[in-house]
């Protein structure tokens, strides 16, 4: 019998089999199905702001949250530079482990579940606090995350056109390449300015290390739905505040997107909405046909902790990946040190040969 302590471990080439193997639509719609699932029971969590470590090129951060039974913790990086060294800009890995004992359970690749379950909640977000009818989003940026984005609002919100900008037109060749057959009017945008216009959804989700302001107020028309995933570190903005101060705003979980998210533009006191208030029926969302609503999305670590949990489930039932002694597990668990002593009679000839 494997011993207590093993662990599950998926690499990239795991993850990617896994995705694959249960296509990434119905993937994507489970991990919002499990996201919704676990922000209805956002009162059992234990919950805090992600700890991270800033350098002049980037951020590095660890994402912990824990229930009564389970931990999940996130590894993730956000590199803007990163794509000009053949890089990813954001990088990650998770670990879930059980609350009674501490085992952790599963070491897992989360880059791809990323931007799945980024994508996820970001559907999740509109699909409430958009204008019913939504059809037509316009996706600034459109590097790693945005095809992700794109199939999510098509699947779980009923997008079906889409106005693409890149500063870099390299870029919207590759999402407008990758999307050919997806069943999405694809049209190409010369600015951020031109890709608003008609749509009810605009997605940012640029990388840039500065206070960007890729979307200016005048640009959204009203009742526009803002979905804006980009501006997620001290001093990485998307949004200029003019546009934030006339609309509704919704976060994940506050006292992190205060520090990290478009709201760290305003004062302290600047009136935002908890998301899971929303799902849990506590707030309306949107008042009116009128009204701008704005997602703020940083990205929190319980919608990592419900694609670790999914991704889980769907490898032990595929029989994905391989067990792994992560852990150190001696036979008397007070032994330890026992486990450096070499076996006596190997002991005896070693000393024989050194003779
Ligand atoms: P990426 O580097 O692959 O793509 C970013 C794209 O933005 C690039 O193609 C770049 O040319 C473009 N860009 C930069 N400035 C622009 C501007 N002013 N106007 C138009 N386009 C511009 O990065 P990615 O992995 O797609 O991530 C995008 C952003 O989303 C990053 O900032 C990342 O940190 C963030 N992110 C957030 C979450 C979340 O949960 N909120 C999750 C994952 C990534």
């Known amino acids: ?16 089999r896994l995705v694959r193997h249960e296509g990434l639509a119905a993937f994507t719609a489970a991990v919002a199905a499990r996201i919704e699932r676990e922000f ?34 996130k590894y993730v990086n956000g590199h803007p530079g990163n ?8 990088m990650a890995f998770g670990v879930l482990a059980d609350m009674a004992t501490g085992t952790p359970r599963l070491l897992a690749e989360l880059s791809l579940l990323t931007a799945i ?35 999510a609002f098509r ?16 870029a919207t060749d590759k999402l407008v390449a990758n999307l050919r057959h997806q069943g999405l009017a694809l049209h190409r945008a010369a600015t951020a300015e031109a890709a608003c216009a008609g749509a009810d959804i605009v997605t ?40 934030l101060a006339d609309a509704a705003v919704f976060v994940e979980y506050a006292p992190q997107t205060r520090v990290e998210g478009e709201i760290q533009q305003m004062p302290a006191d600047f009136p935002v909405t908890e998301f899971w208030r929303v799902l849990a029926g506590m707030h309306p969302g ?9 997602f ?13 949990a999914h991704a889980a489930e769907v490898a032990q039932r595929l029989g994905i990946g391989r067990p792994i002694a992560l852990v150190a597990s001696p036979a008397d668990p007070k032994d330890l040190f026992g486990l450096l002593s070499v076996p006596a009679q190997a002991g005896v000839q070693a000393a024989t040969e050194a003779a």
């Open 296 to 308: 703020d999305s940083v990205g929190f670590a319980l919608e990592d902790l419900a694609a670790l």
């Open 204 to 243: 940012t989700a640029t990388a840039d290390p500065r206070h960007a302001a890729v979307l200016r107020a005048g640009m959204v028309a009203p009742g526009t739905h803002v979905n804006a995933i980009g501006g997620d570190s001290p001093g990485k903005t998307e949004l200029d505040p003019a546009l």
């Open 1 to 16: 019998m494997a011993p207590p302590t093993t662990s599950t471990f998926l690499d990239a080439g795991d993850m990617r």
């Open 286 to 294: 949107r008042r009116d046909a009128a009204q701008v609503t704005v």
């Open 117 to 151: 379950r980024t994508a996820a909640m970001s559907a999740l977000a509109a699909r409430r606090l958009a204008r019913p009818g939504s059809r037509t989003m316009a996706l600034i940026g459109n590097g790693a995350q945005s095809e992700f984005q794109a199939l």
């Open 83 to 90: 794509t000009r060294r053949g890089l990813p800009t954001v």
């Open 40 to 73: 209805l029971r956002w009162e059992d969590f234990d919950k805090r702001a992600r700890t991270a470590a800033y350098g002049p090129e980037g951020v590095i951060e660890l994402m912990p949250v824990a229930d009564r039974t389970q931990f999940a913790f």
């Open 155 to 170: 699947d779980l919100v009923g997008i079906r056109t889409l106005r693409l900008h890149d500063t870099d037109p390299a």
